[in-house]
C-alpha cells in the first residue's frame, strides 16, 4: 500500500453529510474500500454513488448506531463484500446543548445512545474481526467539546469526554495489536448543530461557525493522516480547529 490507504477497507458511521461523507469521498479517492452507514438511506446513497462514478470502491447501508445490530452489521458487510475490516471509524453524533436545569433528559440520552453508546457498539463490531486478523484501527470522533467546559454543553462534553476516555484505555489494552485513535474537531462547517432544539443555541452556534469554521474536509485529511502511517505508527490524539477558536 504506496499510501498507507490504498486498498484498506474503511467502515465510516455517519457517513451521509459532513465530516463522515468528507472522509469517505476523501479515502476512496486514495484508494480505501468504503463502507458506509448512516440513517438516512437517500443521502448515503448519493455519496456511494458520486464515490462509484468517480472509480473508487464503495458499500453501503442504512444504519442507525444506537442499534448494535445496525453497528454489527456494517462490520459483517465489509467482511463479506471485501474480505475483511482495516478501519472503524466511529463518526456518527448529535448534540443537544441546554442548561442543566433545562432538564433535557430525552437530550442527554439521545447524547448517550447515539454519542457513547453507538461508539461502543462501533467498537465491539470491530474488534472481533480485528482479533481474528490480528490487526485493525479504531478511529473514533470526539470533539473540542470535551477539551474546553462551557456553558450548555455540560452533557454533550461529558459523553465526549467518556468517549475520549474508553479510546485511551483501549489504546493501552491493544498492545499494538491494533491501532487507536481520537480525533476532536472544532468548529466545522457542517450541518450538525441543525439538530439542536434549542432556537437560540442552534442559531448562536451556527452564526459562530459561520463566522470561523473549518471545512470538514480539513477532519478527514486528519483521518487520512493517522490511516497512513505505518502499522507500527499509532497516532493517539489529534485536536484541530480553527487557528482562531479559543
Do not use: C
Amino acid at each position: 500500500m504506496k499510501n498507507g490507504i490504498e486498498g484498506k477497507v474503511v467502515v465510516i458511521t455517519g457517513a451521509s453529510s459532513g465530516m463522515g461523507e468528507a472522509m469517505a469521498e476523501l479515502l476512496a479517492s486514495r484508494g480505501a474500500k468504503v463502507v458506509l452507514g448512516a440513517r438516512r438511506l437517500d443521502l448515503i446513497r448519493e455519496v456511494g454513488g458520486r464515490i462509484l462514478a468517480a472509480g473508487g470502491e464503495a458499500v453501503w447501508q442504512q444504519a442507525d448506531v444506537t442499534k448494535k445490530e445496525d453497528v454489527a452489521s456494517l462490520a459483517a458487510l465489509a467482511v463479506s463484500r471485501f474480505g475483511r475490516l482495516d478501519v472503524m471509524i466511529n463518526n456518527a453524533g448529535v448534540s443537544q446543548l441546554q442548561r442543566m436545569e433545562e432538564l433535557d433528559v430525552e437530550g442527554w440520552e439521545q447524547m448517550i445512545d447515539v454519542n457513547l453508546k453507538g461508539v461502543l457498539y462501533g467498537i465491539a463490531a470491530a474488534l472481533p474481526v480485528f482479533q481474528a486478523q490480528g490487526s485493525g484501527h479504531i478511529i473514533n470522533i470526539i470533539s473540542t467539546a470535551g477539551i474546553s467546559i462551557v456553558p450548555t454543553m455540560g452533557v454533550y462534553a461529558a459523553t465526549k469526554n467518556a468517549v475520549r476516555t474508553i479510546t485511551e484505555a483501549l489504546r493501552q489494552e491493544s498492545q499494538g495489536r491494533w491501532r487507536v485513535t481520537g480525533i476532536s474537531p472544532g468548529f466545522v462547517a457542517t450541518p450538525f448543530a441543525s439538530n439542536i432544539k434549542n432556537d437560540a443555541i442552534r442559531n448562536a452556534i451556527e452564526q459562530k461557525a459561520q463566522e470561523i469554521a473549518i471545512p470538514a474536509a480539513a477532519i478527514a485529511e486528519a483521518v487520512a493522516y493517522a490511516i497512513s502511517q505505518p502499522d507500527n505508527v499509532d497516532v493517539g490524539d489529534i485536536v484541530i480547529r480553527p487557528a482562531v477558536q479559543d
